[in-house]
T-cell receptor
Framework: QKEVEQDPGPLSVPEGAIVSLNCTYS??????FMWYRQYSRKGPELLMY????GNKEDGRFTAQVDKSSKYISLFIRDSQPSDSATYLC??????????????FGQGTRLTINP | DAGVIQSPRHEVTEMGQEVTLRCKPI?????LFWYRQTMMRGLELLIY????????DSGMPEDRFSAKMPNASFSTLKIQPSEPRDSAVYFC???????????FGEGSWLTVV
């Protein structure tokens, strides 16, 4: 079983729709949760960062973490064609000597149709 | 800030040849990561350095792969001999001290024919 599971999609929605992207994980040691966005032929870039459980909002984006269920979500409101990209969840845990290991989900390919 | 710099951006090589990918992390960052991305397997961590020391190389597929970080501003990932199944995008990433987020380079697109 993978440490982090993410539906690879593809997911296609009309412009203006609310998008929900999700990941589940098995390692209860994960404490830091991130969402990265990756445009075609580019490197991933950090979109949202959350520590432990709770919600975080940044403009049209909301990240949720439920540690009890080992489940994280990213919501995109009023989706735009420019949001079309692959979204990767990522999680990290301390592995010793202050070092941290970051594990990524497989990524969900999202297309917003005008 | 110049960001993480990787070279070459694109490489096409024949099976059996040696491939060397290079990375310059963001200045001041003390952690460096090498990832491989494919459609089938997604983004996989190959090896992780902290203060130039390899911390976790459990993701290195086999002995054909090796990575070095001789100093804080340079790292290499070498594949020798290369095989067609090594074709992928290889990303280097770095992270600052005490930080939890990592910053990626633009990737090295490797094709082994």
């Amino acid at each position: 079983q993978k440490e982090v599971e993410q539906d690879p999609g593809p997911l296609s929605v009309p412009e203006g729709a609310i998008v929900s992207l999700n990941c589940t994980y098995s390692n209860s040691a994960f404490q830091y949760f991130m969402w990265y966005r990756q445009y075609s032929r580019k490197g991933p870039e950090l979109l949202m960062y959350t520590y432990s459980s709770g919600n975080k909002e940044d403009g049209r984006f909301t990240a949720q973490v439920d540690k009890s269920s080992k489940y994280i979500s990213l919501f995109i409101r009023d989706s735009q064609p420019s949001d079309s990209a692959t979204y990767l969840c990522a999680m990290s845990a301390v592995i010793g000597q202050g070092a941290q290991k970051l594990v990524f989900g497989q990524g969900t390919r999202l297309t917003i149709n005008p | 800030d110049a960001g993480v710099i990787q070279s070459p951006r694109h490489e096409v090589t024949e099976m059996g040849q040696e491939v060397t990918l290079r990375c310059k992390p963001i200045s001041g960052h003390n952690s460096l990561f090498w990832y491989r991305q494919t459609m089938m397997r997604g983004l996989e961590l190959l090896i992780y350095f902290n203060n130039n020391v390899p911390i976790d190389d459990s993701g290195m597929p086999e002995d054909r792969f090796s990575a070095k970080m001789p100093n804080a501003s340079f790292s290499t990932l070498k594949i020798q001999p290369s095989e067609p199944r090594d074709s992928a995008v290889y990303f280097c990433a770095s992270r600052g001290t005490g930080r939890n987020t990592i910053y990626f380079g633009e990737g090295s697109w490797l094709t082994v024919v």
